[in-house]
């Protein structure tokens, strides 16, 4: 009986397993366009794998590797259906920021490798650590705003990266600015290879061109043709153009990466913002194509299914990865139906390796840069930013920060300063929030923002007062601040009424505030009333006995109730204010 139990308990498991559960609802009408959406696939696949290996600073077969493995990984423990995982622009600078210090200047490449795999390994146990911890909401911690300035910053740092690989020569530079130094003394004095550049620049307009007037056909495929062709026409490789040269044949080695104790923070740093990025992408792409097929997105077991494919891209010599946009709609376009898209084009991927490695030898490095830089140009998004300069300048400000924090302090910095900037932001709103004085406008029901109706009615002697956030320890001065400013108004009013709503929290230090407020005004003849405070934040009030200070009648369910009590107690009539638009309005902010 125990073994029959385990046995089933064993299936039970095994069928929670996202690939197993797409393989037994497999339909048999979906087999030819997953394959054929796998071959279309790895067309986009091969280059952009070997492009962005180079982006992270590895040899470019590593890239090759990383996209077999990291794809059969997600077929496995995925749950999304068609979401296409693999080395990534946004990646590739942060995984090169991090492994490149620690290989130093003409390092071994097999370090590099092995520091990258420890990296993803590394990303690998952040993801399925927050799956199992349901931390899904963290990628909620970059705002849009600072989002949108960090891919400005990375688009701008890959593009001025890539440049000397595309004009044909090199640079030695350790920031952005000394790049561009390097990059523009390199030109003057007459480092730029004719041919490189002629390849390079062509790949970049040819790639824009197509994607802009003909959508369905693969540009970078396309592009890397003519590149190949033009190299052996023109004998590219006599004319001081970089080719890529023949890859190692065969299935990528099983290999446990080793490196140094010391190496293990600094990598550990890296794997954290990486796994944040990752996270955020996969989160916002999952969404977007969710939408259009109805299914229901799950961040944690995004997080598990990104976990499985860095963990297994870790050991065979592969680097961190996330989802791309790019290719998850190409596979859409093309048909897929289920992860054997993905499957498809990692065996596909193998048979080249096994069958011809030398099929992409004569590819120019300068065609490899044009992929990237204009991947690169895909992250950076003016039209947002120009509607946030537009619409709400303080926003603006946060993108320009995150840009400038990823411009001139580097990749990996720019993503804490984007972090840190997203979640001072929230502190800031809820610091200075929005408060404002209320009244009764003609005709409408309820109560009304003074700002927005200057000449809304008042009761003499009453000042309904809405302050637009919990009151916590680093607000609950602004509060005290305002309620002593409304009170000492001329005539002075006798009940400040706190329309209470916005309010989801009062802490202990608010409490004391509280306590001490009601004393002031009262020895002042003013009283300090609530209405719609709602009922758990009522029972903290209680909690912290501040019903002996203030009056427990004091407390109202709505701004109507309130207003009568005011009204039955004094016979007050409502008026126009005298002088525009509110002696009592308080400086509020938006």
């Not at 496995?76 to 991090?98: E, K, N, Q, W, Y």
């Not at 400000?397 to 840190?420: H, K, N, S, Y």
């Not at 919990?470 to 609950?476: I, K």
Request: net charge neutral.
């Amino acid at each position: 009986m125990t073994t029959e139990r385990s046995v089933r308990g064993a299936a039970t498991r095994l069928r929670a397993v996202p690939g197993v559960r797409a393989v037994a609802s497999y339909r048999r009408e979906w087999l030819v366009k997953d394959l054929v959406a796998g071959v279309v696939l790895t067309t986009l696949l091969v280059p952009q794998g070997m492009a962005y290996a180079e982006l992270a600073g590895l040899p470019s077969i590593t890239g090759l590797y990383t996209t077999i493995l990291c794809l059969l990984g997600y077929a496995v423990c995925g749950p999304s259906r068609i979401l296409v995982l693999g080395p990534d622009s946004s990646l590739g600078p942060m995984i090169a920021a991090t492994v490149l210090p620690l290989v130093a200047s003409g390092g071994d490449p097999d370090r590099a490798v092995a520091l990258a795999s420890v990296l993803a390994l590394m990303t690998a146990a952040i993801m399925i650590l927050a799956s199992v911890a349901k931390l899904g909401f963290i990628a909620d911690l970059i705002s849009k705003p600072t989002m949108i300035g960090y891919m400005n910053g990375l688009a701008l740092t890959i593009l001025i990266g890539q440049l000397p690989k595309l004009l044909g020569f090199s640079v030695d530079a350790d920031s952005l600015i000394e790049e561009c130094a390097a990059v523009a003394r390199k030109i003057a004095e007459g480092a730029v290879v004719p041919a490189a550049a002629a390849v390079g620049i062509g790949g970049i307009v040819l790639i824009l061109v197509l994607q802009r007037l003909l959508p369905k056909v693969p540009a970078v495929l396309v592009m890397v043709v003519l590149a190949i062709a033009a190299a052996a026409v023109f004998d590219l490789g006599g004319r001081g153009v970089g080719l890529v040269g023949v890859l190692p044949e065969g299935f990528p080695p099983f290999t446990v990466p080793e490196v140094r104790l010391a190496d293990l923070a600094p990598l550990f740093a890296g794997a954290v913002g990486i796994a944040l990025v990752s996270l955020t992408d996969t989160i916002s792409n999952a969404s977007a194509f969710a939408a259009r097929t109805g299914e229901e997105v799950r961040g944690n077991a995004e997080m598990a299914g990104i976990g499985a494919a860095n963990l297994a891209a870790s050991f065979f010599q592969g680097f961190p990865v996330s989802t791309s946009g790019s290719r998850t709609a190409v596979a859409e376009r093309a048909g897929a139906r289920t992860q054997l898209t993905g499957v498809t084009g990692a065996a596909l991927i193998v048979l080249m390796l096994l069958l011809v490695p030398g099929l992409f030898r004569n590819l120019p490095q300068p065609a490899l840069a044009a992929v990237v830089i204009t991947a690169s140009l895909s992250l950076a998004d003016v039209p947002g930013t120009v509607r946030l300069w537009r619409q709400r300048r303080t926003e603006f400000l946060l993108c320009a920060a995150a840009f400038v924090g990823v411009a001139l302090l580097g990749v990996l910095p720019g993503i804490a300063i984007a972090v840190a900037l997203s979640v001072l932001n929230v502190f800031r709103r809820a610091w200075w929030p929005y408060n404002t004085v209320l009244g009764r406008v003609p005709g409408l029901e309820g109560f009304h923002d003074v700002r927005s109706y200057p000449r809304a009615g008042r009761l003499p002697g009453l000042v309904i007062y809405r302050f637009d956030a919990p009151l916590f320890f680093a607000n609950a001065g602004a509060f005290r601040d305002e309620v002593r400013r409304l009170a000492s108004a001329d005539p002075r009013p006798s009940w400040i009424v706190v329309a209470a709503e916005p309010m989801t929290d009062v802490d202990t230090t608010a409490a004391d505030v509280l306590q001490e407020l009601d004393e002031q005004l009262n020895a002042d003849g003013v009283h300090l009333v609530f209405a719609e405070l709602k009922d758990p934040v009522r029972r903290k009030i209680q909690r912290y006995e501040l019903d002996r200070t203030i009056d427990p009648r004091h407390f109202f369910p709505t701004l109507e109730s309130a207003v009568a009590a005011f009204r039955t107690r004094t016979g007050a009539e409502w008026t126009a204010p005298p002088d525009g638009p509110g002696e009592h309005a308080p400086g509020g902010r938006p």
